[in-house]
């Protein structure tokens, strides 16, 4: 298993520093985490189109999918089939609209796609567009309207519908007005429109606005920063995922962030290192070392008392993201050797905290290396099953990191 963070005020808490046995010295915190989230955010989001004119026309917010079989055509008119289609444009103004061309070579079941990019919601989000779905040959019965969709998907979750119509809907414009509140973190939004069973099945969508809590840059920048680990006064050991560079940060005194992308949609190991002998302070992505810093002489580290939380720092939670395979070394390891295996901890003397969230309920972890159970906080993070496959250690050996 592994543990799901949505925001809200999730985190889970490893211990105190004094317990965990980092007040100074080396150490080296590792974790696997899979951020399901888009890889890039669009933060200066267009959010309306009226698809232009004839002589400027315009996709605004969205782009023609290349996972359809026939793009959106722009019109002003009526379209090229009789009995089908609108006869302008919502508004009446002379401007361009969209519709699905059903004729020739079209076949029922083709599907034509307008998708957004990559964009944050907020609960205050929603989509507002209107329609048009006439077929005057509607009562024949090898005929009928076809469908208009529109689905929203977040991360690697699948298409959600969030709103569908079929069938003959009269000669006029329809408005659709739809909630987005449900659904949180990076978003991408599509209209679909399915070809029915013949030529005036024509489905035109016009006027497209997205709300003002849609694509909010203040929205962005919060989902910019993921924290990993931290603590709840923002002083000491942090460790966090911003703008896809890994960050890590020693008692507000140093900082170091990666300059390689660490990968979204799939599960991606993290370490943060800080070497005490060497004086240098480093950062890992999927066991290379990506970024090391001078850092300071001493491991300053404010409060012994400190809590050590995941998914938390601050006032900045982790939303939209999966953490298993937590690990915590009291030295400076190499941190290629073992990240990608399972162990045990008689074969790694240095491990002082190894959490695998195996447990898949309740509120604690166990702490495989030693006593120090890892506490969830109440309402969350969620459990959920783990995808993450690490190699076996195959021998009882003690494995050297050092």
Request: charged share 15%; aromatic share 10%.
């Amino acid at each position: 298993h592994a543990l799901s963070y949505n925001g809200g005020t999730a985190s889970a808490s490893l211990g105190t520093y004094s317990d965990l046995g980092v007040i100074d010295g080396s150490f080296t915190l590792e974790a696997w985490i899979f951020i399901n989230q888009c890889n890039e955010l669009t933060c200066n989001f267009t959010q309306s189109t009226d698809f232009g004119s004839p002589s400027s026309p315009s996709l605004g917010p969205f782009l023609q999918s290349t996972e359809d079989d026939f793009d959106w055509t722009f019109q002003s008119t009526s379209t090229p089939s009789l009995d089908t289609g609108p006869t302008s444009d919502h508004t009446g103004s002379g401007g361009n609209y969209v519709y699905t061309e059903a004729s020739s070579p079209r076949l029922p079941g083709d599907q034509a796609i307008l998708q957004t990019k990559c964009f944050p919601s907020s609960p205050s989000c929603s989509l507002t567009f209107w329609y048009h779905m006439h077929d005057s040959y509607n009562t024949s019965a090898n005929t009928h309207m076809g469908t208009l969709e529109v689905e929203v998907k977040q991360g690697i979750g699948s298409w959600q519908t969030a709103f569908y119509v079929e069938g003959e809907q009269g000669p006029q414009w329809h408005q659709a007005i739809i909630d987005l509140a449900d659904f949180s973190g990076g978003i991408i939004v599509r209209l679909k429109g399915t070809v029915g069973y013949g030529f005036s099945s024509d489905i035109a969508i016009d006027d497209v606005t997205f709300s003002d809590g849609c694509g909010l840059s203040s929205q962005c920048s919060a989902l910019a920063e993921k924290p990993i680990i931290g603590t709840s006064s923002e002083t000491g050991i942090y460790a966090g995922v911003i703008n896809q560079k890994l960050h890590f940060g020693l008692s507000d005194i140093s900082d170091v962030v990666g300059t390689v992308d660490v990968p979204y949609l799939t599960w991606s190991h993290i370490a943060v290192q800080y070497d005490h002998d060497a004086r240098t302070q480093s950062v890992y992505v999927n066991g290379q070392l990506d970024q090391a810093n001078p850092a300071p002489v001493d491991n300053v580290l404010p409060d012994e008392t400190l809590a050590l939380l995941v998914g938390q720092n601050g006032s900045a939670v982790l939303d939209g993201a999966w953490i298993d395979e937590i690990r915590l070394w009291d030295a400076a390891v190499d941190v290629g050797v073992a990240y990608n295996r399972y162990l045990t901890a008689d074969q790694t003397p240095n491990l002082k905290g190894y959490w695998k969230f195996d447990e898949g309920f309740g509120n604690s972890s166990k702490d495989q290396s030693g006593t120090n159970d890892a506490t969830l906080s109440v309402g969350g993070p969620d459990w959920i099953a783990s995808s993450l496959e690490l190699e076996r250690q195959t021998s009882d050996t003690t494995l050297s990191v050092g």
